[in-house]
């Protein structure tokens, strides 16, 4: 699991020994802000309502933040090895434009709750259409 922010920057030496990455974006988004999901549901909705935040970000991916590190440690992922699997794992794997963003940096899978599974799987086909 890629669940902190050294972790996407040295995805490169981990990807020596990993077949596969699995980025836990929830913790990562945790890291990435210094704050806890379960402390911000008290305040994050007021900072969406006064356009501080255009989504939650522990709802939606936070794309230019925490999908750039990412996307750093799906580079330094690959460039160590090729073939290694990519994906995420928690709620933003069920969430739509995250879904989208998943499959336009390359990942091979998302992992979300069940109830979430049909939006994940609808998302991933509208991505692949607007290719």
Not at 33 to 53: E, M, Q, T
Not at 92 to 113: I, R
């Amino acid at each position: 699991m890629i669940e902190l922010t050294r972790a996407a920057l040295t995805a490169d030496a981990i990807a020596k020994e990993a077949e596969f990455f699995s980025f836990g974006t929830n913790d990562l988004t945790q890291t990435t802000y210094g704050l806890s999901c379960d402390d911000a549901g008290n305040f994050l909705p007021f900072y969406v309502d006064k356009g501080i935040y255009k989504k939650d970000p522990f709802v939606a991916l936070d794309q230019s933040g925490v999908g750039q590190l990412v996307k750093i440690g799906i580079e330094k992922g690959r460039s160590t090895r090729p073939d290694i699997k990519l994906g995420i794992c928690g709620e933003h794997g069920g969430e739509a434009t995250s879904v989208e963003f998943c499959h336009n940096v390359g990942m091979d899978y998302v992992s979300c709750s069940p109830f979430r599974v049909p939006i994940a799987r609808l998302a991933a086909a509208q991505a692949v259409l607007k290719e």
